[in-house]
Every structure is written in structure tokens, then in C-alpha cells.
């Protein structure tokens, strides 16, 4: 089975827990906005960052694309996710001022934070300017909690939360939901309603 193929089988949301920050590391940057604000006007076209300030920095956003293009590459069929503005997503997502986007914009940050730092410990340079192989080789020590090792189970939190994000975002575009054989949300000429037959088998005819 494929990387992509196991992906569209990923989707559920899997549980995460909080991710220490890597000794030394910079402290985070304060949570850009608070509270729940007033509903956005749903006719309106909203620019990047109009309803709250973005997270990722240029260096950060370099990073977020390459590990979304590893956990979802272009293929045959699509585009990488970073092609489709998975990157975007995500900004916007750890962006947001609430709780389950502020807990993931913790263990978001601090898992790049630990990316740098193990490309660091290993190669000597930060995640995003190692090559594809020595890249490989840090995710495949973290993409499987299960079998991930005690010092790297944090780190596979990070991933398991990045993958499900890249995922969710991956296949929620007119991209992704082509490349799943999605035919929902099409405008049918005519509807018969459901068969004779499963109505009978139901005792609704």
C-alpha cells in the first residue's frame, strides 16, 4: 500500500497531548488573538490573517510545506498538499482562538521546534535543509506512536496531530475529494428517491 493510500485511511481524528518544547528552544510567540469575537460574514471573501493574526513565519511556513508534501507527495493523480494550500490551512487553523486550535498551536510549534533540533542533532542542519532521505529518516522514527521509541513518543504526538491536519485539509479541497472518487455535493437533473426494493426491505412499502 502506497503513502497516499494509507492516508485516505487516516482521516479520523486521532487524540493528542501536549508536546514539551526542546530544551534551549525560543520561547513561542504570544497567542495572536483571544475569544470567540462576532460570526463572520459568510458572503464575504476574507483576506489571509483578516480575522486574526497568522502564526507561521516565513522559515516556519518553508518547514509546514515540505512535511506536508512527505505526508501527502504530488503523484499521477494530484497535486502535493502543499500545492493545494494545506500550508494555509494550517496557519489559519493554529491561528484561531480556541481551545482545540490553541492546543494544537502548541503542539504544532514545538513539533517543528523538535524537527530543527533532531535535523540538528543529526546532520547538523535544521529540518528543512536536509535532503529527502535524511528527512525520511527523521518522520519514519515518528510516524507510528505505537512503535515510535520512549524518546520519541512526544515527537509522534506532533506527527500523529500534523498528519491528521494535513489529511483533513488535503481532502476537503475540490483536489482531494476528486482524488478520493467523492461525488458528493453534485446537482442531480432528476431524484427517484431510494430503490422499491430497500424501501420493501425496510416495511416502508
Known amino acids: 500500500m502506497d503513502r497516499r493510500t494509507t492516508i ?20 513561542r510567540p504570544a ?29 516556519q511556513r518553508r518547514l509546514a510545506g515540505i512535511l506536508a508534501d512527505l505526508i501527502i507527495p504530488a503523484d499521477a493523480h494530484s497535486p ?5 494550500g494545506v500550508v494555509e490551512f494550517i496557519d489559519e487553523w493554529i491561528s484561531a482562538p480556541y481551545p482545540l ?3 494544537d498551536r502548541t503542539i504544532v510549534l ?19 535543509d536536509l535532503d529527502d532521505s535524511a528527512r525520511l529518516g527523521i518522520c519514519d522514527a515518528i510516524c ?10 512526544s515527537a509522534a504526538r506532533f506527527f500523529a496531530v500534523y498528519r491528521d491536519l494535513t489529511a ?20 442531480l437533473t432528476r431524484f427517484d428517491g ?6 420493501k426491505s425496510l416495511g416502508l412499502l
Open 110 to 128: 514545538d513539533g517543528f521546534t523538535w524537527l530543527d533540533a533532531e535535523g540538528a542533532r543529526r546532520s547538523g542542519k535544521g529540518f528543512s
Open 101 to 103: 486550535h490553541l492546543r
Open 80 to 84: 502535493s498538499a502543499s500545492a493545494v
Open 31 to 59: 497567542i495572536p488573538a483571544r475569544g470567540y469575537g462576532t460570526d463572520p460574514n459568510l458572503l464575504k471573501a476574507y483576506r489571509r490573517g483578516e480575522l486574526w493574526p497568522l502564526t507561521l513565519s516565513a522559515p
Open 194 to 199: 431510494p430503490p422499491p426494493a430497500l424501501l
Open 144 to 153: 507510528n506512536e505505537l512503535h515510535a521509541a520512549a524518546e520519541h513518543r
Open 168 to 187: 483533513g485539509a488535503f481532502y476537503s479541497t475540490p483536489v482531494g475529494r476528486k482524488d478520493l472518487n467523492f461525488i458528493g455535493n453534485v446537482p
Open 8 to 27: 485516505k485511511w487516516m482521516l479520523a481524528a486521532s487524540a493528542a497531548w501536549s508536546f514539551p518544547e526542546a530544551r534551549g528552544a525560543p520561547a
